[in-house]
């Protein structure tokens, strides 16, 4: 099992950058493909992005690829979600999450989740 945390979200104009980080507890972390997604009120869960257990595959929702960057350090337990030109529709709760099974864009593939962390992002 493994518990999550995210940090690092809050207000920021058009055009800024944020760094989401995930504090994972547990020694099994680094064996994990780990996942960020994101939910805007009134919508679904979205995938944005996920990254191998050795960080040597990354994938990614095309609406955010080369604005998002997703890494992690196994050593520190930690996952990151580096977010550029930010934009008012990237507005949204931002949850990390381990992955179990399946495909790495579908939500129900994750089963473990963090509590989520908002970002605002103003116009």
């Known amino acids: 099992q493994v518990q999550l945390v995210e940090s690092g979200g809050g207000l920021v104009h058009t055009g800024g950058s944020l760094r989401l980080s995930c504090a994972a507890s547990?020694?099994?972390?680094?064996?994990?493909?780990m996942g960020w997604f994101r939910q805007a009120p009134g919508n679904e869960r979205e995938f944005l992005a996920a990254?191998?257990?050795?960080?040597?595959?990354?994938y990614y929702k095309s609406s955010v690829k080369g604005r998002f960057t997703i890494s992690r350090d196994n050593a520190k337990n930690t996952l990151f979600l580096q977010m550029n030109s930010l934009k008012p529709e990237d507005t949204a709760v931002y949850y990390c999450?381990?992955?179990?099974?399946?495909?790495?864009?579908?939500?129900?593939?994750?089963?473990?989740w963090g509590q989520g962390t908002q970002v605002t992002v103003s116009s």
């Open positions: 547990g020694r099994t972390f680094s064996s994990y493909t």
């Open positions: 999450a381990a992955h179990s099974g399946g495909s790495y864009y579908d939500s129900l593939s994750y089963n473990f």
């Open positions: 990254i191998t257990w050795s960080g040597g595959n990354t």
